[in-house]
């Protein structure tokens, strides 16, 4: 069995939407299971599967994204209506679409900046104030983000070899 | 993108939005299976699988019974079901299955009853209804970054307050007042009935600016782990 692929052949292998989709789902699967799975372990929440979404969005395609968000919103809403936490989730990773062929090719750097500012920005138009409660929130829900999302882009940037 | 693709793709999607907006119970059902809450464990006997679930059954009726207070406690209280929770950091709220047609009222306390002792009847208060719908509520824990609210401790009833988040803290405390692990911790909030306890002290120190004493609140529940909490009707 081969174990050593090139990057020709990498880049074969997740050709096709459903080879795209498949990975796409199982990291988003991975990311929903770790932020719950850190909750019962760690008693605290980190935001695995927004980060994974911003991060897949540089990656998939327009309908591919819109299914995972949406799938997203469906684990995540924990009303029967829309919230607007949800509503953040939904447009974040949309946002990074939209604007990711303006964005300076799949860099580390780009990654980090989108990610942290994902995350910021979810957390200061949902709930400002809890930033000036104490001053230990602002590392802690950026800092476990960005080391998911920067372990989380470099592995899908050799799987795909841009 | 092949169109055949595309088509299937925007199926799917559709397929989540009608999920979504009709069956959002089954997200929460999915999010309790990524949790690890309620594993039902799968056999190959059909006698086996049916003595496993009636066990599962049995359990979950005997942990519910947990969460009942041992008294009646009249009217005052509404049972309620804990449907789903908040899925973010730093915020703490919790949906439940009781709304306005059930009585449920902005601002009220929201209690729970672990332990189910005798004598046991003024529960322990682990946050207040922040907004009503017909049929459902959502109830802001003390656990949330938002919570604050003025608590009493001891015999002595040193002032305090407590600010919400993923360990409760007591601040503002008497510099000079003496305060030991243990002590028990009260409300003494106007909105809620009096002296509801919500856990005791643990680790008094002095404050960093050195005017005041502050401590860590310790409960004696992990809040994932309760199904049902009641809703102060007035």
Known sequence: MKFQFSGREKIKMFEGSEKRMGLGFLIFSLAAMLQFWFLLVFDFKVDFILVSLIVLALFLSFEEMILLVLAGVWLLNWQRSFSLEILYFLIIPMVVIAFRRLLP???????????????MLFYTFSNFSIFFSRAVNVPLVSVPAVIFGSILFFGLRRLFRF | MPQKERWFLWFLILVVLALILIKPFWGW?????????????DTNSSLVLENQSLKSELLKLENLKNYFPSKAVGDNYIPTLIYSRYPFSLKDEIFIDRGLNQGVQVGKAAVIFPNNKEGEVSGILIGKIESVFPETSLV??????????????????????LRGGNKPKLTLMDKEATLKDGDLVYSLDAGFPSLLPLGVV????????????????????NLNEVPILWARKN
């Open chain 1, 105 to 119: 090719g799949k860099l580390g750097v780009t990654n980090f900046m989108l990610v942290l500012l994902g995350v």
């Open chain 2, 29 to 41: 059902q999915l999010r309790r299976f990524f949790s690890g809450v309620d594993r039902v464990v």
């Open chain 2, 140 to 161: 802001m824990t003390i656990f949330d970054e938002r919570w604050s609210s003025p608590v009493g401790i001891g015999d002595k009833r040193i002032q305090a307050l």
């Open chain 2, 202 to 221: 643990r680790a008094p120190h002095l404050a960093s600016d050195h005017l005041f004493q502050e401590a860590d609140l310790e409960v004696g529940y």
